[in-house]
């Protein structure tokens, strides 16, 4: 199984193996699991100072921003990963 990566928007990419989850940054639990991801310095802002609109979590810890929608990460992350199935 190779690397497979996936654009978070504004030419970044993330390795889409390495994902858990995609959600919106609106709740506060996902308010406070950013800031202590940036306490530990384990934070990633790939907004280029744009609104966070999505919130990638990885196994790594690494919390990633992003300015994209969740749905179109999801939608990248789904259409990549069927175009590894026709292979």
Known sequence: MGIKLINIGFGNIVSANRI?????????PIK???QEARDRHMLIDA??????RAVILTDSDHVILSAVQPET???RLTSNKEDDQDE
């Open 20 to 28: 858990i989850s995609i959600v919106s940054p609106e709740s506060a």
């Open 32 to 34: 406070r699991m950013i």
């Open 47 to 52: 907004t280029y100072g744009r609104r966070t």
């Open 73 to 75: 990460v999801a939608q």
